[in-house]
């Protein structure tokens, strides 16, 4: 069954530093997403991505925030000048239709620890 | 502001037994609702949805309840295995025919299947 890919599994980075979360999603998927989860806390949305440019982003999704889809399969989020709030578990998603009938498919997740 | 709600953060049930988790929102805007399963250390996966023009959705063992006067819906699972042992989560989507849009996620609810 295809997958969402996500790496690091784990990343830990000191506060103030830039991280690059990578995933590659579903390969025939064309919408894509990011979203995060603070330990004990709901999945928030924070970002999503269609035909090269975002389609719609939350508040969380400030200008330290970017993503990216450089070369046609992978799809990066990029956080500049990390703050400990951070520190989360961050999925990527993708989907193949427009309609979230079908829901989407998410990555196992990376978490980001901000020291 | 939380915009769907899920009141029980843990349910307990035995095996072979209904499952019965409940979600509420408050935006009447929302057309689309879905239910998520999450393991430990994965990704949220999509289970089932539906629109606000139905009022039942089923699928193999699991069915969706949408009441939308009360703004609430309901995840059945019949019979329940020692598999569906995960956390659940509600969501909810105001775009009626755009995936592009996030979805609002539920706090989460904790299902436990006892043998």
């Known amino acids: 069954e295809p997958e969402v890919t996500q790496t690091p599994s784990h990343q830990v980075t000191q506060m103030g530093q830039e991280v690059i979360l990578r995933c590659v999603p579903i390969?025939?998927?064309?919408?894509f997403y990011w979203y995060r989860q603070i330990l004990g806390q709901k999945v928030e949305f924070l970002v999503s991505?269609?035909?090269?440019?975002?389609?719609?982003k939350s508040e969380i999704f400030d200008d330290r925030f970017s993503v990216e889809r450089p070369d046609g399969s992978n799809f990066t989020l990029k956080i500049r000048s990390t703050k400990l709030e951070d520190s989360a578990m961050y999925f990527c998603?993708?989907?193949?239709?427009?309609?979230?009938?079908?829901?989407?498919?998410f990555g196992s997740g990376t978490r980001l620890t901000v020291v | 502001d939380q915009q769907v709600k899920q009141n029980s953060p843990s349910l307990s049930v035995q095996e072979g037994r209904i499952s019965i988790l409940n979600c509420d929102y408050t935006?009447?805007?929302?057309?689309?609702f879905l239910w998520y399963k999450k393991y430990p250390a994965e990704g949220p996966t999509f289970l089932i949805s539906?629109?606000?023009?139905?009022d039942k959705n089923e699928d193999g063992r699991f069915t969706v309840f949408l009441n939308k006067s009360a703004k609430h819906l309901s995840l059945h699972i019949v019979p329940s295995q020692p598999g569906d042992s995960a956390v659940y989560f509600c969501?909810?989507?105001?775009?009626?025919?755009?995936?592009?849009?996030?979805?609002?996620f539920g706090k989460g609810t904790h299902l436990i299947i006892q043998p």
């Open positions: 991505f269609y035909n090269n440019e975002i389609s719609e």
């Open positions: 969501a909810a989507s105001g775009n009626p025919g755009g995936g592009a849009d996030g979805l609002t």
């Open positions: 390969s025939n998927h064309l919408y």
């Open positions: 539906i629109s606000s023009i139905k």
């Open positions: 998603a993708s989907s193949e239709w427009v309609s979230t009938n079908y829901g989407y498919t």
């Open positions: 935006n009447s805007m929302f057309d689309y």
